[in-house]
């Protein structure tokens, strides 16, 4: 048995993950003596450890302890505001997923707004939808030339260990 | 406050409430006491560490992230990282018994058959051999059973306290089940 089977053992007998692997491995369990045994291991252990009651704490000791914390001062932190390049980046595509909308929506109003526009080669080929993605397509190009050194002081800046930078991510 | 969520108990204790702390020790104390007695075997130390953890919990407030932390994970990170420190002195290890002698008195079995005498005493030699076997293990084959048959933790939450891949835990698990079921007069067959 290998260790893959033997997750999805786990999985079923600690009722852990989807509900149709836990259905798949059941069935399979049914027709396995190996990983009938497995199970029959693992609970056998399970129960067995399950005669060890858990301890209760004196409630004076609880007192005793909670009083001696709150004794403690706080840290004082100073709540500072710190730049993040990451937020202009989020609003800069929350802005280009504006203009994204509004164009699409209101694309058939180029032609109102340019009427000389309709002579056009370009809304001849390829139509006004098509010119407002090669104007947005433009547009990105530009602004990925600006945020790009954006991205890569984000990536140097020490605040940003967090959980979604691209330094957390790389250094994963 | 009993009501309240973990996240929004935290945001009151990094303003400095007291009754919100107070809260979330009275929601935690007793599994966080019950880990780290199973991981130490000793119950002074785990006193000592509970209240250790939870000053740990006040005095950090502020470094717990309010919006993508996960408190029971992190409250747990706090613990484990101080019982593995405190054990790696490694002058804790003869004090193991102290576990079984200290607290049989007053234990409440689950086992209702417990009230014979006869019964009694061969669940006292089943608990003392229980944690002769859950001394024997590597500490990180330890702190998995432990986490996962006593605290009832998913495999996902062990992870996250252990900053280990899942898969590397669900391995751990499987290691610790070989190595205790060696021992076959205790996990054998009924």
Not at chain 2, 37 to 43: Q, S, W
Not at chain 2, 131 to 144: D, F, G, M, S, T
């Amino acid at each position: 048995m290998n260790h893959d089977n033997k997750n999805e053992l786990l999985a079923l007998y600690f009722q852990e993950g989807h509900s149709h692997r836990i259905k798949k491995s059941s069935e399979h369990v049914k027709q396995c003596d190996e990983c009938q045994q497995y199970l029959h291991e693992i609970e056998n252990i399970d129960q067995k450890f399950s005669l060890l009651s858990e301890e209760t704490l004196p409630s004076q000791l609880n007192e005793q302890i909670l009083k001696a914390i709150l004794q403690k001062k706080q840290p004082h932190v100073q709540r500072r505001f710190i730049f993040n390049p990451r937020r202009i980046v989020q609003f800069i595509f929350s802005f280009i997923g504006l203009v994204v909308l509004f164009v699409l929506i209101k694309q058939t109003i180029i032609a109102s707004i340019f009427p000389h526009i309709k002579d056009c080669w370009m809304i001849e080929s390829i139509g006004e939808l098509g010119l407002s993605a090669f104007i947005l397509w433009i547009l990105g190009f530009i602004v990925c030339i600006i945020i790009t050194p954006v991205l890569i002081l984000e990536y140097q800046n020490p605040l940003n260990e967090t959980k979604y930078s691209w330094k957390y991510l790389y250094s994963k | 406050m009993i009501e309240y969520t973990d996240k929004k108990l935290m945001k009151l204790i990094r303003d400095g409430d007291a009754q919100a702390f107070e809260t979330i020790y009275h929601r935690y104390n007793f599994k966080i006491y019950n880990y780290i007695l199973r991981y130490t075997g000793n119950c002074e130390i785990a006193q000592d560490l509970l209240q250790e953890t939870f000053t740990r919990v006040w005095t950090a407030a502020h470094t717990f992230r309010l919006k993508e932390g996960h408190f029971k994970a992190w409250l747990y990170k706090i613990a484990l990282n101080l019982t593995r420190s405190e054990m790696s002195k490694k002058r804790y290890a003869f004090h193991y018994q102290d576990i079984t002698d200290a607290t049989m008195t007053h234990r409440n079995l689950r086992s209702k058959a417990i009230d014979q005498p006869d019964t009694k005493f061969e669940n006292l030699e089943i608990k003392k051999a229980l944690y002769q076997e859950i001394n024997k293990l590597k500490p990180h084959h330890r702190e998995v059973i432990i986490m996962k048959l006593f605290q009832q933790l998913k495999f996902r939450e062990i992870a996250q306290i252990t900053d280990t891949p899942e898969g590397t835990i669900k391995a751990r698990f499987h290691h610790a089940v070989a190595q205790l079921k060696k021992h076959k007069t205790l996990f054998g067959d009924d």
